[in-house]
């Protein structure tokens, strides 16, 4: 799936390593020394002028919203410093990610736009000056972002070779082809719409896309594209300037992150977290008649196996069980969820009755109804079971899951093995 964000830009294939716990003195200094170590710095360049750019950024990043017309004006400074360097972009990117998460905590939006409107101020400053064409051409072959720079149509005619290796053809097999057929045959006419549309539609004439983008040998890979819409000098002639990234491992462990803080790591079932997001989604979708069924199940005894065996025996059996008692629940479209040690909750979502609730509570018994071996002894686990109806229109969450853990508890000392209360 391709989504449009706001102006944002690439993120650098190769960064040098930031510390994240810095004072915005700190991310000054920092950003000098790396710079610095691109080679010698121009003499008017010293610590003042990166201190004013990134007070600069810090200004524009504690108004309300970002003009990504902030970040531009600093990528020409530093053009504007004698900062021309191709490895510039490269330095530059952590930094104004660190400074953007220093004074917007959280607003990975507002990192991407300082960073797209810098690439895009540097580019421009540098194409600008005098001379710029040897500059620009360094700083176009030698960047570790792909960049492509194509007609007004999309139609590529040049690309660097970062941008080759990103999408796996030379740039002889690129010249003259339209950018959006490097994207598959259905998806073509979509990808060309969005990014018009947005150009059109965007005030600095900037885009940002992420999605998945097959190469040519077949592979997918997650790629950030910012592409700019510019002009030549006399203005007589319009260019799309692109530049894309391989993001594959950032969203490989961001899709990680996400599924670790939402799922329970033992069993893999969804937790706690994830099951108050879905009951949330299913109130708030709800007709006004609609019901829905809460099941809260804790396993009998269960601590006499962890006594007994130890807790690595005590785990392998809980997620045994725990894998019965999903394959039980998702037979009858329900989540199951693990919100404690042993207990579970099983949501049926709407519309649900108490035929369906003794369905469900008959299922989840018999799935347990085979013993289970734990290092060679046959174990027999049973579960107790609280059921509730529940009207969901205007429900509160975590009223109706305590409604289920009281039937829960009626059912476990009053010695059966479900209760049901509307």
Known sequence: ??????????????EPEIDTDMTF???AQQWLEQLADLGPLPAGVVAETVVDLVAHLRAGLARPEFEPAVAEQAGAGLVAAGITAPAALGTAVPILRTLAEAARPGDTAAADTVIGGFCAGF???LQSSTPYAEGFELAFRHASIGISLGDEHGHILDANPAFERLVGRTVDELRSTDGFMLFPPERRAEVQELVESALEASPTGTLHVEGRFPRSDGSMVWTAWTVIRCSST??????????????????????????QAMHDPLTALPNRRHLLDRLHTVIADAAPEAVAGVLALDLNNFKEVNDSFGHIAGDRLLAEVS????????????????????????LAAPPADNDHIDSIVTGLHRA???????????????????????????????AVLDRADRALYAAKTGGSTHTVRR
């Open 1 to 14: 799936m391709i989504t449009a964000i706001a102006a944002t830009p690439p993120r650098c294939a190769v």
């Open 25 to 27: 003195d700190d991310i």
């Open 123 to 125: 580019a421009r400053a």
């Open 234 to 259: 006399g203005g007589d002639r319009r260019y799309l300037l692109g530049f894309g990234e391989d993001i594959t491992e950032r969203r490989t462990a961001t899709e990680q992150l996400q599924w």
């Open 323 to 346: 894998a019965r008692l999903e394959a039980a629940a998702t037979r009858h479209g329900c989540l199951l969820a693990r919100t404690g040690g042993d207990e579970f909750i099983v």
């Open 368 to 398: 347990l109804a085979h013993p289970f071996t734990v290092d060679g002894a046959r174990i027999t686990v049973a579960v107790s079971i609280g059921a509730v109806l529940a009207p969901m229109a205007g429900a509160d969450a975590d």
